[in-house]
């Protein structure tokens, strides 16, 4: 990764090509650089863009790389597809990368060689840049970049598609989420006892984690779209319940009308 303005190169070596990893190799160049930018360019790889077409808004984005963008809330420019020029900033690091850091490099493990890598990082972002003619580090003081306020979590998180009924399936069990996310697909994290659904990295649902099993925890706040309003054009005001948080709905216990039936 390398930043417009002040040429700040990142470089990270990894063994395979998943969007959890690209994710990742993300977060810790936004970490070296101290934020991110509002905008990155990007090639059509498929952990980026699944079906590129013509223009950039008809096109169909990674679901999982698309959340955490949103979750940053930066974005993801697509280059033209067979125009390398577009982005010929990268392509040029990567052969100053080959030329300049691996020709001899010997190391042991891939925390040595990223290691290393760090360090070459450190030492070419201390000189002059042969086309800013200033030093990276210094640039970076004016690029403007997001802090760094939060995480997006990888190895806790899951995509769940909003069904019909405002649920979504966590370990055999649903939650809701608001009715205006129905056919959405949502980011699901789940932390110590709480269960936390995002959309585009706005919290939309907060639940108590239920260790049974095929429950259903619900908040009437998230179907209030989808009541029916009386006569009188009057919401129903059993939903009208903005303390609650969520609760479980059990199965009901039919043995007492089985009894009843057979006396």
């Known amino acids: 990764m390398i930043l417009g303005y002040s040429r700040m190169r990142y470089i990270e070596f990894v063994t395979d090509m998943s969007t959890n990893t690209l994710i990742r190799c993300h977060q810790n160049a936004f970490r070296y650089f101290g934020g991110y930018p509002e905008e ?11 079906k ?19 979750f940053y809330g930066f974005k993801p420019i697509l280059c033209r597809p067979y125009r390398g020029q577009t982005k010929g900033k990268v392509e040029r690091t990567v052969q100053f990368v080959r030329d300049n850091f691996m020709v001899g490099i010997k190391y042991n493990s891939l925390a040595d060689l990223n290691g290393q890598a760090l360090a070459w990082c450190n030492k ?12 990276p580090f210094e640039r970076l003081k004016k690029e403007g970049l997001s802090p760094l306020t939060r995480e997006y979590i990888i190895d806790k998180i899951n995509l769940r598609r909003v069904q019909k009924d405002c649920l979504i399936s966590y370990a ?35 639940h108590r984690i239920s260790y049974q ?38 199965p009901s216990d039919l043995s007492r009308y089985d009894e009843v039936l057979y006396d």
């Open 172 to 206: 055999g069990n649903q939650y809701s989420v608001p009715a205006e996310y129905i056919g959405k697909d949502v980011a699901v994290v789940a932390l110590d006892s709480m269960l936390a659904a995002y959309y585009e990295g706005k919290q939309i649902a907060l």
């Open 40 to 50: 990155i360019l990007y090639d059509n790889m498929k952990q980026v863009v699944i």
């Open 124 to 135: 070419v972002n201390g000189k002059v840049h042969a086309t800013t003619n200033e030093i």
């Open 52 to 70: 590129r077409l013509l223009k950039q808004e008809d096109s169909t984005l990674n679901r999982q790389f698309e959340d955490f963008a949103g």
């Open 213 to 250: 099993r095929k429950d259903m925890v619900v908040n009437p706040q998230h179907y209030r779209r989808l009541t029916l309003k009386q006569n009188m054009d009057a919401e129903n005001v059993l939903l009208e319940q903005d303390k609650v948080i969520d609760f479980p709905l059990k």
